[in-house]
């Protein structure tokens, strides 16, 4: 058994599938942002406005890298987590990826609303620009997971599958 880390843009459902997940399957879930909050002592938000994003890519990277993630976790990771300092592919080897890739307007859609992601709310281009471009740019990292699901109403029972069969 290995951890299993959940990868996909803000939006796809990775926290709320993963708590949902390790309930019925009686395992850990950690999300990894509020992770980075208790090491830190501060909000993502208040990382971003008062210290910059490099900083919070940093401490990303450095919780990822050196927590003692269990056997039986199920991991919620930040949207950009996969793209920074080779975590993909540290993930990739220490367990296993499961991408939650949902299309480009059901996120948008999703999204649009949002008032408490820096990176949305700290951005000049239009919410459907900012996601295009981020999601190409992104696709190549979220793309190199173990495993795919594509669909834009992910169930729990697909990514309960896959553990499964992992496990
Ligand atoms: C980010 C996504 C956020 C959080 C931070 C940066 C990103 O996590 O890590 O605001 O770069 O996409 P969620 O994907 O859980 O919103």
């Not at 401490?59 to 975590?87: Q, W």
Request: charge should be neutral.
């Amino acid at each position: 058994m290995t951890p299993v880390f959940l990868i996909g843009y803000m939006g796809s459902g990775k926290s709320t599938i993963g708590y949902e997940l390790s309930k019925m399957m009686k395992c850990s879930f950690l999300d990894l942002d509020l992770l980075i909050e208790e090491k830190v002592g501060m909000s993502i938000s208040d990382m971003f406005d008062q210290k910059g994003e490099f900083f919070f890519r940093e401490k990303e990277r450095d919780v990822l890298t050196n927590y003692n993630f269990s056997s039986r976790s199920i991991i919620a990771t930040g949207g950009g987590t996969p793209c920074f300092f080779g975590n993909q592919n540290f993930m990739n080897s220490i367990g296993h990826t499961i991408y939650l890739k949902i299309s480009y307007h059901a996120l948008v859609n999703r999204l649009k609303d949002d008032k408490k992601r820096p990176l949305l709310y700290n951005q000049k281009l239009k919410l459907e620009e900012f996601v295009f471009k981020e999601i190409s740019e992104r696709a190549e990292y979220y793309e190199n997971s173990h495993y795919v699901i594509e669909s834009d109403n992910i169930l729990i029972s697909q990514v309960q599958e896959i553990i499964n069969k992992i496990r």
